[in-house]
């Protein structure tokens, strides 16, 4: 089924403290990844990507874990800061097909 | 690399009023070209799928003469909402995603939010 919800989780971290966000993905058959951040009237920004031929990818404070067996993606950010503070998505890809969007969860960074 | 211009960012009308929103990719070609509606604290809706050079690809409940879509050039697509009502104000999201595979990421423009008056 399709993983679209109706309302955004929240997540409250210290500045400077560790963020986990998470993801449940609908598709087993998905293979490809992503999470988007997006600010307030804006687009969604690509954050990282991952393949299914993979358990985890590292880019710059970010980190995405991916568990297929639990078809379950996270998404952590180091030493979190104000201007993390979005709307995060995870993006799941069955490849050929559309991009199937998660709920969405907003980060809150407190100072 | 990989920006995608939305315009115009915000349009204020009145009922009736037929919209176009354009979604161009600046420095990359985009055979495929999506569609999305977000309502406030919600996810991203996906309404369409625009394909350059045919006919766009409309998602369940989406009436396509209600959104009109153009692909005419790889850098190009249009979305015009025609005759908008106020039920049609919403914030509409284009992405594009680069030509040559189909794992690779979608890109956003930074949305136009519609209000119809």
Known sequence: GESVGLHLPTLSVQEGDNSIINCAYSNSASDYFIWYKQESGKGPQFIIDIRSNMDKRQGQRVTVLLNKTVKHLSLQIAATQPGDSAVYFCAENNYGQNFVFGPGTRLSVLP | ?117
């Open chain 2, 1 to 117: 690399g990989a920006v995608v211009s939305q315009h115009p960012s915000r349009v204020i009308c009145k009922s009736g009023t037929s919209v176009k929103i354009e979604c161009r990719s600046l420095d990359f070609q985009a055979t495929t070209m999506f569609w999305y509606r977000q309502f406030p604290k919600q996810s991203l809706m996906l309404m369409a799928t625009s394909n350059e050079g045919s006919k766009a690809t409309y998602e369940q409940g989406v009436e396509k003469d209600k959104f009109l879509i153009n692909h005419a050039s790889l850098t190009l697509s249009t979305l015009t909402v025609t005759s908008a009502h106020p039920e049609d104000s919403s914030f509409y999201i284009c992405s594009a995603r680069k030509t040559g595979g189909d794992n690779q990421p979608q890109h956003f423009g930074d949305g136009t939010r519609l209000s119809i008056l």
